[in-house]
């Protein structure tokens, strides 16, 4: 004789509930706001509104560039220090360091967005937004001293840590419209080879050539003037991701679902983000799926889908 075990019954709304612990401890809220954020916008378990949370890396649609994030988890303290050590000498040293800890990558296939974090020249234009600072906003500088000693310790997250006020104003300048932008790199870097001393006016007197190269037109297709211009949309999207690691958020490349009317639970992706003084985003530029142009979302307005996969800081 053999005993006979009934299959068990799922208890009513066990999934429900399951759903709304993970999304209260994934967002930092009560079980009871989890509750009703779940109603009120119809997330589905794994999901949550971009509010919360933090997306760093957004993989799956770029092999590549997971690639190179993941063989960068894997330095050994040696090649930490010695990247750490770079990132801490201003300006060229930090510009690289970012351009190599947020390589290129691109939208997913059919939705319309192309390449991100990609640009002929972002290193530069970069250290060319630092100079800026250097001349106009001395006092965000950190102590070159306090930045060697973090330098030693192979964090990134610790530099990022001295270096909050910096990157965020150089992140405010690339809010300029490109001419003003132009013409303020133009009158900084200027400033910097009268005034400067040392490495930092050598390198304002480079980036001074490289400025001029990269505003020059060129011959393009057919023989037409092409001026290939500053790159960005790319040294945005750095900063951006940059910026979310210590503040929280969700960098390009993220995929979300807007909910506000006429764009009803419309599929996405985050392009940029949109910042205030402090703190996380404000808003995010993201662009529909099929869609012929950005536009701009709330951060309540949008859900980041239960897919997202990031790479631990």
């Known amino acids: 004789m053999s005993d ?4 068990r019954t799922p208890a009513p709304g066990r999934a429900r509930k399951r759903a709304i612990r993970e999304h209260a401890a994934r ?7 989890a509750a009703r954020q779940l109603q009120a916008v119809g997330l589905r378990p794994g999901e949550t ?19 190179l994030v993941e063989r960068r988890e894997r330095r050994s303290f040696e090649e930490r220090v010695s990247d750490t050590r770079r990132a801490a000498v201003l300006p060229y040293g930090r510009a690289r360091h970012l351009v190599e800890r947020f390589p290129p990558s691109r939208g997913r296939t059919g939705s319309g967005v192309g390449s991100l974090y990609h640009g002929e020249g972002r290193e530069e234009l970069l250290a060319m937004l630092y100079i800026v ?12 001293g306090d930045l060697a000693w973090i330098a030693e310790l192979g964090e990134d997250t610790a530099l990022d840590t001295a270096c909050a006020d910096l990157d965020r104003e150089a992140r405010r300048l690339l809010d300029q419209e490109p001419l003003a932008l132009w013409s303020g790199l133009q009158q900084a870097l200027t400033m910097a080879e009268r005034v400067v001393d040392g490495p930092v006016r050598q390198e304002a007197i480079r980036q001074t050539a490289l400025l001029s190269t990269m505003m020059t037109p060129r011959l393009g297709y057919a023989g037409e003037p092409w001026v290939p211009g500053l790159p960005i949309a790319g040294a945005r999207q750095i900063l951006d991701a940059l910026l979310i690691v210590a503040d929280d958020g969700h960098a390009p490349g993220t995929r ?9 639970a419309g599929s996405a992706t985050i392009i940029g983000a949109q910042w205030g003084r402090s703190g996380p985003p404000v808003g995010y530029l993201v662009w529909l799926d099929g869609a012929t142009a950005p536009l701009s979302a709330r951060p309540d307005d949008l859900i980041v889908l239960a897919d997202q996969e990031t790479i631990p800081r």
């Open 4 to 7: 006979f075990i009934p299959r």
């Open 27 to 33: 967002a930092g809220v009560a079980y009871s706001e």
């Open 49 to 67: 509104l971009s509010r919360y949370g933090r997306t760093i890396y957004p993989i799956g649609y770029d092999p590549h560039r997971q690639l």
């Open 133 to 144: 600072i250097m001349v106009e906003s001395p006092g965000l500088l950190p102590e070159v």
């Open 256 to 264: 979300a679902r807007l909910l506000t009317h006429p764009h009803q």
